[in-house]
């Protein structure tokens, strides 16, 4: 009975201690971030070979100045507002107009920003042997500065003539609900000879520290896909030690972040090549650079890939790319937790509100799991029948723990008890609890959803502590159900206390994942309630 508590105890400070990291990290205040010295998304820009897009080239001149200043292109759809610098026709900032900053505020969630110590930028261009890109970025012409989306699509074109003949005719392609940006590039060779180009995208993104935990820092870094692994991640730290280098059929690359996701999708027919670098301003830049495109004389091609800023959403990103949707972290348990969040979703579908879904699923998930429940309560009853002849054995043998431990074992087999029944059924469960906790965490669509009453944004803390406080009291409650037979006076306080250091934790957690916890503690005292009066009527002892 004491390895159970023990077992019992160690799984609820494990689970403790890596849900405060995790909530540390993700919400947990952040640290001023230093002054670096002010960039330009041109800083980075292709060097003059080519062959490598972000490569810093040694010979300053080879790279354009801060001098070279381009208008900035606004552009508005029903989901996105970007601003492209003609000077290479970047996207250098992106607002998600669906995706409030904070709840109720006027603000958008600013996914890219063009300057400064957070800067975080998505760069595209033709580069190869004759590519534009190539060594100083080009200033494209257009027609107007401010293009707003008025029916299912938009079109915005910027055109650029090369002294080499090369008019390339640059278009970002919008669609009506959607976060996904086709860039195309028309180009049409003038000159009299054969043309060679290959088109790159890449991100770049400021690696400044905001804030977390040592122990489990939340992801923010690159993540890539190839043919053999539908999803890498490739943090900075991985960039820093060494540049990623790999040629695969189709592929993406992407920055990942608490809910959110930009990622470059080149074209998936073809072999593209994934890489990443550091910069000498500090920035991490992922990317892809595709295979080269032959333009005969007086032909045209157009050369096509998708950037996508926006949510994670995982039906969205499963149909843009394979393995697109795994940017949705769910960690280790991620093959638990998708089913789970599957069904979520269904019941969110039904019933329209994700607070009563969270409730329904746990009653759900614990009715599937009450058989190990029962398990598990039967076999600490059948150790607590059998207390007094530990006790006799113990006075017994005394220090001779060999001696002591074969008998116990002979006890055991004799009156069929496992001494790890109750805690097999625990183990069970703590994959279901830790997988159900990183849906909750992690699921965009739980973003400032509303609930009832005061509980208006099930991603962020309870205001009043109410949901912390009966989860407290709950897990009192089931202490008081089970009685307490360890002798360490130590392991008594502190089984003791883990109802309220437990709601202090829950104080700063998600009300969401508290509101599972809840449910979850009063489903299982209904549960004890009815294991225990079976227990009795067979004559088993509940205390």
Same mark, same amino acid.
């Given at each position: 009975?004491e390895?159970q508590r023990?077992?019992?105890?160690?799984?609820?400070a494990m689970v403790?201690?890596?849900?405060?990291q995790?909530?540390?990290?993700?919400y947990g205040?952040?640290p001023?971030?230093?002054?670096?010295?002010q960039q330009?998304v *041109?800083?980075?820009a292709p060097n003059?070979?080519?062959d490598?897009p972000?490569?810093?080239?040694?010979?300053?001149s080879?790279?354009?100045?801060q001098s070279?200043?381009?208008k900035?292109i606004s552009v508005?759809?029903?989901?996105l507002?970007?601003?492209i610098?003609?000077?290479?026709?970047?996207?250098?900032s992106?607002n998600?107009?669906?995706?409030?900053l904070?709840?109720?505020?006027?603000g958008?969630?600013?996914l890219?920003?063009?300057s400064?110590?957070?800067i975080?930028v998505?760069?595209?261009g033709?580069?190869?042997?004759?590519g534009?890109?190539?060594?100083?970025?080009p200033?494209?012409?257009?027609?107007?500065?401010n293009?707003?989306?008025e *029916?299912?699509?938009?079109?915005?074109?910027?055109?650029?003539?090369?002294k080499?003949g090369?008019?390339?005719?640059?278009?970002?392609i919008?669609s009506k609900?959607s976060?996904?940006?086709k860039?195309?590039?028309h180009?049409e060779n003038?000159s009299?000879d054969?043309?060679?180009?290959?088109q790159?995208?890449?991100l770049?993104q400021s690696?400044v520290?905001?804030?977390g935990?040592m122990?489990?820092p939340t992801?923010?870094?690159?993540?890539f896909s190839?043919?053999?692994e539908?999803?890498?991640?490739?943090s900075f730290?991985d960039?820093?030690?060494?540049?990623?280098?790999q040629?695969?059929?189709?592929g993406?690359?992407a920055m990942i972040?608490?809910y959110?996701v930009?990622?470059?999708?080149?074209?998936?027919d073809?072999i593209?090549?994934?890489?990443s670098k550091?910069?000498?301003?500090?920035n991490?830049?992922?990317g892809?650079?595709g295979q080269?495109v032959?333009?005969?004389?007086?032909q045209s091609?157009d050369i096509q890939?998708?950037?996508?800023?926006?949510p994670?959403?995982?039906d969205t990103?499963?149909?843009?790319?394979r393995?697109?949707?795994?940017?949705v972290?769910?960690?280790?348990?991620?093959?638990?937790?998708?089913?789970?969040?599957?069904f979520?979703?269904f019941i969110h579908s039904l019933i329209?509100?994700?607070g009563f879904?969270?409730?329904?699923i746990t009653?759900?998930?614990k009715?599937?799991?009450y058989?190990?429940?029962?398990a598990?309560?039967?076999?600490?009853?059948?150790?607590?029948?059998l207390?007094?002849?530990?006790d006799?054995?113990?006075e017994?043998?005394?220090?001779?723990?060999?001696?002591?431990?074969?008998?116990?074992?002979?006890?055991?087999k004799?009156?069929k008890v496992n001494p790890m029944g109750?805690c097999?059924?625990l183990l069970l469960?703590?994959?279901i609890f830790?997988?159900l906790?990183?849906v909750l965490l992690e699921s965009?669509?739980?973003?400032?959803?509303?609930?009832?009453f005061?509980?208006?944004?099930l991603?962020v803390k309870?205001p009043y502590f109410?949901?912390p406080?009966l989860?407290?009291?709950?897990?009192y409650l089931?202490?008081k159900?089970?009685?307490?037979t360890?002798t360490d006076?130590?392991?008594?306080k502190?089984?003791?206390?883990?109802?309220?250091?437990m709601?202090?934790f829950?104080f700063i957690?998600?009300?969401?994942?508290?509101l599972?916890w809840?449910i979850?503690?009063?489903?299982?005292?209904?549960?004890a309630?009815?294991i225990?009066?079976s227990?009795e009527?067979?004559?088993?002892?509940?205390?």
């Amino acid at each position: 009975m004491e390895s159970q508590r023990s077992f019992l105890l160690i799984g609820l400070a494990m689970v403790s201690f890596l849900l405060w990291q995790q909530w540390q990290v993700d919400y947990g205040p952040q640290p001023a971030q230093p002054v670096e010295s002010q960039q330009t998304v *041109g800083s980075d820009a292709p060097n003059s070979n080519g062959d490598v897009p972000i490569a810093t080239p040694t010979n300053k001149s080879a790279l354009p100045t801060q001098s070279v200043v381009g208008k900035v292109i606004s552009v508005t759809t029903d989901t996105l507002q970007l601003s492209i610098n003609t000077v290479g026709g970047d996207v250098i900032s992106a607002n998600l107009l669906k995706y409030p900053l904070e709840q109720g505020s006027q603000g958008t969630y600013s996914l890219l920003r063009p300057s400064g110590p957070t800067i975080f930028v998505a760069q595209s261009g033709l580069v190869g042997t004759n590519g534009i890109d190539k060594g100083s970025r080009p200033t494209y012409s257009v027609g107007q500065d401010n293009f707003v989306m008025e *029916g299912d699509s938009l079109t915005v074109p910027i055109t650029y003539t090369a002294k080499s003949g090369l008019r390339v005719t640059k278009e970002f392609i919008f669609s009506k609900n959607s976060h996904e940006v086709k860039v195309n590039y028309h180009v049409e060779n003038t000159s009299s000879d054969v043309k060679s180009v290959k088109q790159f995208g890449q991100l770049k993104q400021s690696t400044v520290d905001q804030g977390g935990s040592m122990f489990m820092p939340t992801y923010r870094g690159g993540a890539f896909s190839t043919e053999d692994e539908r999803y890498e991640k490739y943090s900075f730290d991985d960039m820093q030690d060494k540049n990623l280098n790999q040629s695969t059929p189709a592929g993406w690359a992407a920055m990942i972040e608490h809910y959110f996701v930009s990622a470059w999708v080149p074209p998936q027919d073809q072999i593209n090549s994934l890489y990443s670098k550091m910069t000498q301003n500090g920035n991490a830049i992922i990317g892809f650079i595709g295979q080269p495109v032959d333009i005969e004389s007086g032909q045209s091609v157009d050369i096509q890939s998708s950037l996508y800023l926006g949510p994670k959403d995982q039906d969205t990103l499963e149909k843009i790319a394979r393995g697109l949707d795994l940017t949705v972290d769910y960690g280790f348990l991620w093959w638990i937790s998708k089913y789970l969040f599957a069904f979520l979703q269904f019941i969110h579908s039904l019933i329209g509100n994700w607070g009563f879904s969270i409730i329904l699923i746990t009653i759900v998930v614990k009715g599937a799991m009450y058989p190990l429940t029962k398990a598990q309560y039967e076999s600490m009853a059948k150790m607590r029948a059998l207390k007094p002849k530990m006790d006799a054995l113990k006075e017994r043998y005394g220090d001779d723990k060999q001696k002591m431990q074969q008998a116990m074992m002979e006890m055991y087999k004799k009156d069929k008890v496992n001494p790890m029944g109750g805690c097999f059924p625990l183990l069970l469960q703590m994959p279901i609890f830790l997988a159900l906790y990183w849906v909750l965490l992690e699921s965009v669509e739980l973003r400032h959803a509303d609930f009832i009453f005061w509980i208006t944004d099930l991603s962020v803390k309870d205001p009043y502590f109410v949901l912390p406080i009966l989860t407290g009291l709950s897990m009192y409650l089931l202490q008081k159900l089970q009685p307490m037979t360890m002798t360490d006076p130590m392991q008594q306080k502190i089984m003791q206390f883990m109802p309220v250091a437990m709601s202090l934790f829950f104080f700063i957690f998600p009300a969401g994942l508290v509101l599972y916890w809840l449910i979850s503690n009063i489903i299982t005292l209904i549960q004890a309630k009815i294991i225990y009066a079976s227990m009795e009527k067979r004559g088993l002892k509940t205390k």
